[in-house]
């Protein structure tokens, strides 16, 4: 009786949020396997067991590698060019510039833009067009005399095209990075490095011997937030080139396949193997976040 | 901020700035392109000519974009949306993190957890049962009188629950237990406790949870795509992408649009950028 | 205070079209669901909306249309909806095997009496008959016919490359050299359904209409060594086109024939809507047009419908409507400015000039042989079509002919079980 005293009233509080979450992560995501797991293709549900079929032609299918290729390649680039950015323009701010909040601000603007506006804009930034057609970026590297850095972009004929989405996913989310990394430079102690200034290190070995190892956890944070937005970007590829063979991810060939050709079933497949791949980074990152605060 | 500001030797500085400068030019290109093309009268756009000034000032490209219904009618619906569901999910956020860290009943240790995964989970894998779960519910489909405006606001408070859990369960660590130590003695008292002293405490918080909120929510595409049945009740990022995303109307008046359509968001974030700031840095799992 | 006072202030007008949506469920409504918002195919929908306004005052229209030129957006939206059981009160779809697919998901209801009421089914032309009627039921109201394979040129531009339109595939290819001399690009392209378009055409000036049709019956194995071949052709042709800069959608990719820098385009006679009634653009001067090569003799036809959703809400207003898009009047009102023809047969060809009156006298031609297009529809249900897409974008991008034919026929062979 007590315990419920005790606990009842937070329970009570918490228990709208915890039963709507149940249902719309937990219990849906349970529905998606399910139906993951029948011949459902056309307008009208249909929930007849298939086993694992759905699964076993997913491994087999060319598109499906095709685009987790893609994604791969994406997140490679998408992933390392922010982090790398980031990093940069963190290093530039951290011990405090005339201005710095105008620059912060100028830097972290582009994620308040939707990432449909941005694919939008980014689409005729990337024009590929040739002789009087040159537009975009293009043109401006033709006016400095750049000519040789003139590229078709993510039309390019590669494997490698998508990687070319990386430059408007990163204008969109460097400067999260960057303050990400602000913080956590910042976030070392003055007393230490003054130590080892003391010890007379310079600046740079100050930084590599002190900041470095503290900035773990950072680099942490960023890459696993990183990376499940590259997994799951879809209205940035969508807005640039829709349909478009050479920026098909997972997260696109799941909405064509149920839109075009009604197959909700390897819809269903495809979106939960993605849960999967996701969970793998996003689980333990979770874990591992909870056991260092319970230990601080 | 308690930092050393250690003396630069001049040409270093000279080589920061140089290079801080040359990035704010690239961040601001693209912003460059949208106002100098929404801004030339439609005769005057041109694809190749994207970057050169307008001759003289035009709004033209800007009546035309608002004169489309997918923009001021979407602009309304998205208010509508993400105003909702921002507020909404902050009350419930708030009485979540109140009481995840502060009443640490037994098994908050993996609820807390459970409740955060919630936020990374690619919505593909949801939007089926989703759909289903609305048609039989009557919340979608079926002649539904707000053609899935409901359905989307609802969605929204939904998903938006594990990152404002997230910002106030931060927010309310930070806060000693002390101050509601004198009302921990029954039940009925937390729930005053909460109500009188935690969330007048939580100003901040709220600033910081519904910034964020509005704008994910706004910048939402996935579930607008899917769950809005009507032409009338699409939110402005849907309307957006009908009417720019192919490229058949021109190119000024596609600019002018994305600008209208993001406006709202770079206001808030221009006026409120340090609570936005705060929401970057607790979407991180970083408190 | 101050900031509840502006929260509220700004729920306010963000709330009216919630409530009106609540309260203002107009009884009289009619919504038509399309994809036409392009140039010249939202004029012809405005005419025949027009017109109905005139004859049936008083019903609230709402027109919804979802911006993309194949509708491959557009079809998705509906799809959701059509699940939903939440249908607008008409939709545009194609005739033949995309309709079939419709009336196999139980979506469409049975217009055979209406339409045989209405005495339609005389005045229609036996080949859209033919496509909207499964087991002896008729289910839609075809409000045109299009023409898939054609071939877009700019008379000036192959005067100045001194080449004639080519009669065969080999020719256009043949004719790169000299295009690519003067800089100009042989073949524009636009999004991804427009290279599905220019594969069928390949196809059915390589193979011929009986083994094209035979394609998609059954009646011919896509491996068999002249379909790869035909395939093989098509891969050439698109070496010679500008796939790797397409433009986003089919106005632009005229836009380039139009302006002289690309020769030639292969696109359905919406051109014809986009070139003369918006570009203002004159016949045989600054734009002509042919049969794409090797289809002489052949109509490659897709035919626009609209239907009668199970469950529309208003299902006598959109009776009303079909019979708008029947009527001759709003039959040819809306193909003068969309480019197409009427799907009814008593239309006298000198309703219409230049294009339109060359195309019509091949249409209503008995020698003529008509084919259903690949792209828009007519052959193959969405279920085979999501499949030849997915495997045309392998084969687009460095795939080859042979697994292209084995991916589209085994996947003809899994949607006929």
Known sequence: MRRIRKWGPGLLLISPSLVLLAVFVYGFLGWNIRVSLTTWQGINPSYDSAGMKNYSDLMDDSIWWRDVQHVLIFTLVFVGGALLLGFFLALLMEKGIRGENLFRSIFLFPMAVSFIATGIIWSWLLDNGEGSNLAGINKLFSAVGLNFLENDWHKADSSWAISAVALPAGWALSGYIMALFLAGMRGVPDELREAARVDGAGEFRVFWHVVRPMLWPTVMAAVVMLMHISLKTFDLLYALDYNSPKLETPALYMYRDITDGYYYASGATIATVLVFGIAVIIVPYIWYTMRSERRS | MSMIRTKWSRPALITRYTLLLVFVVIFLMPIYVVLVTSFKSPAEVSVPDMWSLPHHLSFDNFIKAWDQPAIHHGLLNSILIAGTSAIVSSFLGAANGFVLSKWRFPGADWVFPLILFGMFIPYQAIIIPMTQFYNDVGLWGNGEATGGLLALILTHIIYGLPITTLIFRSYYAGVPDTIFDSSQMDGAGMLRSFWHIALPLAIPGFAVSIIWQFTSAWNDFLFGLVLTTDTSSWPVTIGLNNIAGVQTIPFGQAMAAALIASLPTLVVYIILGRFFMRGLMAGALKG | ?417
Request: aromatic share 10%.
């Open chain 3, 1 to 417: 205070m101050k900031r509840r006072g502006f929260l509220a202030a700004a729920a306010v007008p963000a709330l009216a079209p919630l409530l009106a949506a609540c309260s203002g469920d107009s009884k009289n409504q009619l919504e038509i669901f399309s994809w036409w918002t392009g140039p010249g195919e939202e004029e012809g929908l405005a005419k025949l909306i027009k017109m109905f306004k005139e004859k049936y005052k008083g019903v609230d229209f709402k027109n919804s249309a979802v911006a993309g030129g194949g509708g491959d957006k557009a079809k998705g939206k509906l799809a959701a909806r059509l699940a939903s059981h939440n249908p607008p009160d008409s939709f545009q779809a194609h005739v033949g095997a995309e309709m079939f697919d419709y009336v196999d998901n139980k979506v469409l209801d049975d217009l055979t009496s209406f339409i045989k009421d209405n005495k339609f089914n005389d005045v229609l032309h036996p080949a859209t008959v033919k496509n909207m009627t499964q087991k002896g039921k008729m289910y839609a109201i075809p409000v045109d016919v299009h023409r898939a394979n054609l071939l877009w040129f700019n008379p000036s531009v192959l005067e100045k490359a001194n080449v004639e339109p080519p009669k065969t595939w080999e020719d256009l290819i043949s004719q790169n050299a000299k295009f690519k001399k003067a800089k100009l690009i042989t073949l524009a392209t636009g999004a991804q359904w427009t290279l599905l378009q220019l594969l069928e055409t390949v196809l059915l000036g390589q193979l011929k209409a009986d083994s094209y049709r035979k394609l998609f019956n059954g009646g011919k194995d896509w491996t068999e060594s002249d379909v790869v071949a035909a395939l093989n052709v098509y891969a050439d042709v698109l070496k010679i086109s500008d796939m790797k800069h397409h433009a986003s959608d089919w106005q632009p990719q005229l836009d380039k024939v139009d302006k002289g820098t690309a020769a030639y385009a292969v696109v359905g006679d919406w051109a014809y809507a986009y070139l003369a009634t918006a570009k203002k653009r004159k016949y045989k001067e600054d734009y002509d047009v042919v049969v794409t090569p090797g289809s002489d003799g052949m109509f490659d036809f897709l035919a626009d419908a609209f239907t009668l959703p199970s469950g529309a809400p208003h299902p006598d207003n959109c009776k009303k409507w079909l019979k708008v898009v029947a009527s001759k009047e709003g039959q040819i009102q809306f193909s003068l400015v969309k480019g197409s023809l009427p799907a009814r047969k008593d239309v006298d060809a000198s309703e219409f000039k230049d294009y339109q009156a060359w195309n019509s006298k091949q249409w209503t031609d008995p020698k003529t042989e008509v084919v259903p297009s690949l792209a828009h529809g007519a052959a193959a249900g969405p279920a085979w079509s999501t499949k030849i897409t997915d495997a045309l974008g392998e084969f687009t991008t460095g795939g080859k002919a042979k697994d292209f034919a084995a991916k589209v026929q085994s996947a003809y062979e899994k949607s006929q079980k």
